[in-house]
């Protein structure tokens, strides 16, 4: 059964002009609160005309390949690149984790949540062009489509075009010879994220959950940078700020290889979506939202990077000899013992919303089969208003969408 906002989104105003024969081009990017979603959309649609039914069921199984792509996409660069031996196994671990573990369970449930993995993967193929081919002709071109379409993806999608002009500004810096074809493609990608911000959708209704004030956003980014840690001290010395030093000591000394720069590319994408977060929830108590966490997976995966690789690089004597390996044991020992202290809650979780989702679901389709709204006005429903999802259940349009067990004549 569809969920919350996907009533609207995907239901109202996607799926019932399709199937009443009144959809429009500009249905597509029709804006959800701050977002555009185009690609989910698309795939909507698709799945719709392939499977004849609206599931989200068959989204989320579908997220299970899209959800796998960004992972996969980066240790097998890894791998090709010879980049996988040693202590750099724990990068891989750390990939796997944010992968397979259920912290995101909001994403593997709902299909609708196909918006974070279409970004994640539009994200790494887009750093991994400009880390590897930046000047290549067919690759500009295609970081700027990719980056065009990580604004169309979410609100957040216009902070990847930011990431790549920081990958950019990295090849700048390390180059002996400046070239002017760098300030053009830094100016183009500013160009997208500027007229992104300016067209983005505003929505008045969500600005009580943005931070209220520096100190409400200090401690939320504090918050989402020390995911996952569960403890609220020494999270970004952990986790984030060792990383930051040891990738701006190798730029100094001009040692950023080719996985250096996309592994930093990964690491300030999430590190950019991480000061997003704290910005735009920072009002809200409590721990980061299970649903952004797949957003800081790849810096994770960065900081777990440059922390193995200061221990391959520098070698300092005397008191400080066992420095880098002592933070490297801090980091991974912090990194594995969070994600299994975390892991029975986030199992938990998914029990949970699977029972309370089971009886929505039950009560939508007493009301598809009998036209009771009692079904819908006890509470347990799919969406925050009773009579608003009493209305969309009425339409011919969106009835005909829904799997063959819910279809029920219109009273």
């Not at 969500?206 to 999270?235: C, M, Y």
Request: with cysteine; charged share 15%; proline share 5%.
């Amino acid at each position: 059964m569809p969920f919350w906002d996907q009533w609207d989104a995907e239901g109202d105003w996607l799926l019932r002009p399709w199937v009443e024969g009144h959809f429009k081009m500009s249905d597509l990017w029709f804006p959800q609160n701050e977002h555009r979603l185009v690609p989910s959309h698309i795939l909507t649609l698709l799945l719709f005309e392939v499977t004849g039914t609206w599931s989200n069921l068959t989204e989320a199984r579908v997220n299970i390949v899209l959800g796998a792509l960004t992972p996969l996409l980066l240790i097998w660069l890894l791998h090709r690149w010879g980049e996988i031996y040693k202590w750099r196994w724990l990068v891989v671990a750390v990939i796997i984790c944010g992968a397979i573990l259920p912290f995101a369970w909001e994403n593997i449930l709902f299909g609708f949540q196909s918006q974070f993995y279409f970004l994640c993967i539009f994200t790494l193929s887009a750093l991994f062009l400009a880390s590897t081919r930046p000047y290549h002709a067919a690759s500009v071109s295609a970081i700027v489509v990719i980056s065009i379409l990580s604004v169309l993806t979410m609100a957040s999608g216009l902070l990847t075009p930011v990431a790549v002009a920081a990958v950019y500004s990295l090849h700048w810096l390390m180059a002996k010879k400046k070239h002017l074809q760098t300030i053009i493609i830094i100016v183009v990608l500013a160009g997208i994220t500027v007229t992104a911000y300016l067209t983005m959708p505003y929505n008045p209704g969500h600005d009580f959950l943005h931070a209220q004030n520096f100190a409400e956003f200090s401690k939320a980014l504090i918050r989402v940078l020390g995911w996952p840690l569960t403890a609220r001290k020494l999270i970004t010395i952990v986790f984030w700020l060792p990383s930051a030093a040891i990738l701006i000591t190798f730029l100094i000394k001009k040692k950023l290889s080719r996985t250096d720069v996309l592994m930093s590319g990964c690491f300030i994408w999430s590190a950019l979506q991480a000061v997003a977060i704290a910005y735009g929830r920072g009002h809200e108590p409590g721990d980061v939202l299970s649903r952004y966490t797949d957003l800081l997976s790849l810096g994770l995966a960065g900081s777990a990077w440059f922390i193995v690789r200061a221990t391959e690089v520098f070698n300092p004597v005397g008191r400080f000899r066992y420095t880098f390996k002592i933070i490297a044991i801090l980091f991974f020992a912090a990194f594995f013992v969070s994600h299994k202290k975390r892991f029975r809650p986030g199992i938990n979780s998914m029990k949970k919303s699977k029972e309370l989702r089971t009886i929505q679901e039950t009560n939508v389709y007493g009301y598809l089969r009998t036209g009771d709204a009692h079904y819908l006005q006890q509470g347990n429903i799919p969406y925050p208003d009773a009579n608003r999802l009493q209305m969309l259940l009425d339409n011919r349009g969106i009835r005909r969408t829904l799997p063959p067990n819910g279809k029920a004549p219109v009273k």
